[in-house]
């Protein structure tokens, strides 16, 4: 099925728990051939961020984290402890948000998100004063996975890593691209294309790898049910052989944030 | 296919052009049953907000709107034509920020976009002077889509008009859900479900509406390839018998409004 037809999701099923090292194209290649398939060009795998994060060990116990007077400062305004506090402050370039109920801060890489991405959940049993941090940097592992793939293949499907994001104005999450290696991120139309009626395409530009990640991370699911990792089939026209600049291409500069 | 497998988004081909007074729910089973497919409960049928706004004849012909004082400045703070401003005034509950390069309004349904979701392309040719408003109650127009395909099938898909939006700090629009009757909008799981090691979830609200819109008006495309309407399967976990609180449920009430 490609593009002309519409597009699936399909669960990569039975991967295993990742830690530091695993290699994670090897499971995706495994849990395929588990499914009876195998990689083609033009296919998107979606990869969950956090076993992403777990194979590249950015594992972090709390009880590590030393906190300065900023962090403290910070945990007090925000009611959260001042060790995660501190790793807030060490993953983020920004604070632009630091109430009780959320802290927005701009990840280094330059994606908005609550807690520069930090997540306590899906941290291994026994092990409850850990955290896990995004990758350093997310399009380079994406582009890592995309070249084990090609080796393991011989295909060079494109990779996104998603992870869950809140937005401004909208409860609840949705799935968005944080690495992308492979995969237009952004479909620029404006005045390239035209309507139905033959006049040019006003100011559109798609989020391709955004409006995949939403509804890969929403097949994934969550916590005991979740699957972290969908193969996706009919965007192949979006795939394209170079890596690309990544998902960092898809973020608003600082100048031209809306909010300011 | 089901969500234990993943979900798949069909393209319902072969669309007539709507215009005042067209029967959607009438069009889209004349779609599937081109296809050889029939409607079933817990399938999600996603609709472009633009067939839905010319079927409901919210055309617009800018020399028939006489803009204010207040539409003048507008226009000229925004370098738009006046008639525009006085449509997005009368569109809008709010106006949050008005540049040359985009006016954020909230409409009258509590959505925030630009342009308070007039588009002013797609529209017929020869009619180059009009302007497509959204739905006055997008909600409602799902629900009575949902009742017209229950009347005309004896099932109950979901049903979910979409648009595409702009997101605060990211470039580019994807696809979010307007109007929604019978899909949960909002899975909150906080304090319900356990994760993978037993654990209570932390914070999660998945914006399910959202995420499945986002894919479906990809896979759509835009302009003279463009198919304005998408069957999803494999998300029935989330159809419901009861039309539900519609897609104004996942708004973020004006006070919990982040960037205040």
Redesign the interface.
């Known amino acids: 099925m490609d593009?002309?037809?519409?597009?699936?999701?399909?669960?990569l099923r039975g991967m295993p728990l990742f830690g530091p090292g695993t290699a994670l194209a090897d499971e995706i290649v495994a849990a395929l051939a588990r499914a009876g398939d195998v990689l083609r060009n033009g296919d998107i795998v979606v990869i969950a961020q956090k076993i992403v994060s777990k194979a590249e060990g950015r594992t972090v116990n709390l009880t590590s984290v030393a906190a300065s007077d900023d962090a403290v400062e910070l945990a007090r305004r925000t009611d959260r402890d001042p060790a995660m506090a501190q790793l807030i402050l060490d993953e983020a370039s920004e604070i632009l948000?630091a109430t009780p109920a959320?802290i927005?801060a701009r990840h280094k890489s330059g994606?908005?998100l609550a807690n520069a991405g930090i997540d306590?959940?899906?941290?291994?049993?026994g092990d409850?004063g850990s955290v896990l941090l995004w990758p350093v940097d997310p399009d380079a592992s994406a582009r890592a996975i995309r070249e084990d793939l090609f080796r393991l293949t011989g295909q060079r499907p494109a990779v996104v890593i998603a992870d869950?994001m809140?937005?401004?104005?909208?409860?609840?999450?949705?799935?968005?691209a944080i690495g992308v290696a492979g995969l237009v991120?952004?479909?620029d139309?404006r005045g390239k294309?035209?309507?139905?009626?033959?006049?040019t395409?006003?100011a559109?530009?798609?989020?391709?790898a955004?409006?995949?990640?939403?509804?890969?991370?929403?097949?994934m699911?969550?916590?005991?049910e979740?699957t972290p990792a969908?193969l996706v089939r009919?965007?192949s026209r979006w795939v394209t052989d170079d890596d690309g600049p990544g998902a960092t291409?898809?973020?608003?500069p600082v100048q031209q944030?809306?909010?300011r």
Do not use: P, Y
Request: hydrophobic share 45%; proline share 0%; glycine share 16%.
């Open positions: 593009g002309d037809l519409g597009l699936s999701m399909a669960l948000r959320a927005i994606h908005v306590a959940s899906n941290i291994e049993r409850a869950s809140g937005r401004a104005w909208r409860i609840g999450t949705v799935g968005a991120v952004l479909d139309k294309d035209q309507d139905l009626f033959g006049r395409l006003q559109t530009v798609i989020a391709v955004d409006s995949v990640s939403g509804a890969a991370v929403l097949a699911g969550e916590g005991a979740g969908v009919g965007c291409d898809g973020l608003r944030d809306m909010f």
